[in-house]
């Protein structure tokens, strides 16, 4: 009898639906080879729960996703709701699933296919070997201080956002960078603005405490438009990138575009509850429902999934060096650039990977 692991599957919207098929049937061709099953939970969020009931998560929908085993998530964001209040647009869910779950750690793993070295807009001298990792705080910062919104005072709008951490939240954070940090190269980047800021301020001299927890794990700070630039400049000098919410949407973002495309990249959110894997990519509602979309992503979510909360790493690596094949046959999909390749489309890319894991993962070394 298989043990059984209960997977709340939230597609979204735009693409989401798209690359989520191609998860499924992942999870369900994998049920033929390991002892793992799943019962496969599906839900609204975003913009089609806004459709359906008028509010981007049920509570509901997030009380189901407190009892399983772990969150997969395809993409959320529709243009239709841009003029909602922020309560009701459908990045909300994100932040509401985030907080509800105590998903405090987010973890972005960025490394450069061999295939694809010459597709980043990045000479290849640049981008040659880059493997970081970021680790953002997910639960903090501007995206859930207080106060915040929209006033009017003497005749004119006004609006506030407030950045606020707290010691523990900085602790938590820091420490899970140099775990992961030990588990690498040992070397731990620290994002911040403590030239100007004093939530900076709190932020480096916490992390400096941490730190004396890891003496094995050397330590460097770097302010963000700095990092920004080295990202560019540099990024083979980084290892682990450690910041908060605000600057590691936005790093994090800027560096899944060095391997050549964000459909690629996927992520991690951990901490006190229910863990949720999504692709660092959004909605992408303009080529949602032309076969187009990159499922490469998603799939490795569900590696980091296997990884992370099933403790089956062979699996993930099964998966990893099943898409790292393909690509290198010179399969896909129309984000990504192959000189000589032959582009196809989601469902395609997605039975050749879903194949090729098959195999890799019934060799010998896998299955000892």
């Given at each position: ?140 910062g501007l995206y859930f201080g207080k106060p915040a919104g929209f006033e009017t005072a003497n005749g004119e709008r006004t609006a506030v956002n407030t ?26 980047t620290s994002v911040d603005k403590a030239n100007v800021l004093a939530v900076s301020q709190l932020w480096r001299s916490v992390v400096e405490d941490v ?158």
């Open positions: 009898m298989h043990k059984k692991e209960r997977i709340v599957i939230l597609a979204g919207d735009g693409i989401g639906p798209e690359v989520m098929a191609q998860g499924i049937k992942l999870l369900n061709k994998l049920e033929e080879y390991i002892e793992i099953g799943f019962d496969l939970d599906e839900h609204l969020v975003g913009g089609a729960a806004l459709k359906a009931y008028g509010v981007p998560l049920k509570p509901e929908t997030l009380e189901s996703c407190k009892q399983a085993s772990a969150v997969l998530l395809g993409a959320v964001g529709s243009p239709e709701f841009d003029d909602n209040p922020p309560d009701l647009r459908p990045e909300r869910a994100l932040l509401d699933l985030r907080a509800g779950l105590g998903c405090f750690c987010n973890l972005r793993p960025i490394h450069l296919y061999k295939a694809l070295i010459d597709s980043s807009t990045l000479k290849r001298e640049v981008i040659a070997d880059i493997d970081l990792l970021v680790v953002r705080e997910l639960t903090g950045m606020t951490y707290s010691e523990a939240e900085i602790q938590r954070i820091a420490r899970k960078a140099f775990e992961f940090a030990r588990l690498r190269r040992r070397k731990v730190a004396k927890e890891f003496p094995d794990v050397q330590l460097e700070h770097m302010l963000v438009d700095n990092c920004a630039m080295q990202l560019i400049r540099n990024p083979r000098q980084f290892d682990v990138i450690l910041t908060e919410n605000m600057f590691g949407d936005i790093l994090s973002d800027e560096a899944s575009m060095l391997p050549g495309s964000i459909g690629l990249l996927p992520s991690a959110s951990l901490g006190d509850g229910t863990p949720i894997y999504e692709p660092v990519h959004g909605s992408a509602p303009d080529i949602a429902g032309k076969g187009l979309a990159n499922p490469i992503a998603l799939l490795n979510s569900i590696a980091m999934m296997f990884r992370y909360t099933f403790s089956r790493p062979l699996v993930a690596l099964a998966i990893e060096e099943a898409i790292s094949t393909i690509l290198l046959r010179g399969y896909h999909t129309a984000d990504m650039k192959l000189e000589g390749g032959k582009q196809v489309g989601s469902e395609e890319i997605g039975d050749l990977i879903i194949s090729e894991i098959i195999q890799e993962y019934s060799r010998p070394f896998m299955t000892a």
